[in-house]
């Protein structure tokens, strides 16, 4: 493979991930603003019921009978509201549960793609460029010389010799 095609296989990797988060934030911003939109209506519909019960209740405070009555049907509409909300919330939650699986996998793969393309081209660039072997054993002596420790070609000759 030339280094120009690792080289555009690694960026089209990075920028496949780029665009797995991208559909992922759309995604999970489409289903917050779903649910907020839901709440709202909600909301607006539970004050406009409670302002209707208040009018009810009001227009004769004495007639007990219908002051209850009236309240037993909001409270059931009330409830019936909050149930119908706990099950688009719980669909939603579900769903984006689902999403964010294949969002990851998505990521997951265009990295290990750029992983791949990224090694073979540090590969590909070790093998044609002569200072990338002087370079690694400088780097070699380098880090033995700050751990204290013997360098990796030393440590070999001195396994061999015993």
Do not use: C, H
Request: proline share 2%; net charge negative; no cysteine.
């Amino acid at each position: 493979m030339s280094n120009n095609s690792q080289t555009e296989q690694y960026f089209e990797a990075l920028l496949a991930s780029y665009d797995a988060l991208a559909r992922a934030i759309e995604q999970a911003n489409e289903r917050g603003l779903g649910l907020s939109r839901q709440l709202l209506a909600e909301v607006t519909a539970a004050q406009r019921q409670t302002l209707d019960l208040a009018k009810r209740v009001a227009a004769d405070p004495a007639d007990m009978g219908a002051a209850y009555s009236a309240i037993m049907e909001s409270a059931v509409a009330a409830q019936s509201q909050a149930l119908d909300f706990t099950q688009t919330a719980y669909k939603e939650a579900v769903a984006a549960s689902g999403e964010a699986r294949e969002a990851l996998d998505s990521l997951l793969s265009a990295s290990r793609t750029a992983a791949e393309a990224a090694l073979d081209l540090s590969r590909e660039w070790q093998a044609s460029n002569p200072w990338a072997d002087l370079f690694q054993k400088g780097m070699e002596s380098f880090t033995a010389a700050a751990t204290g420790a013997p360098a990796a070609k030393n440590t070999k000759r001195a396994k061999a010799k015993v």
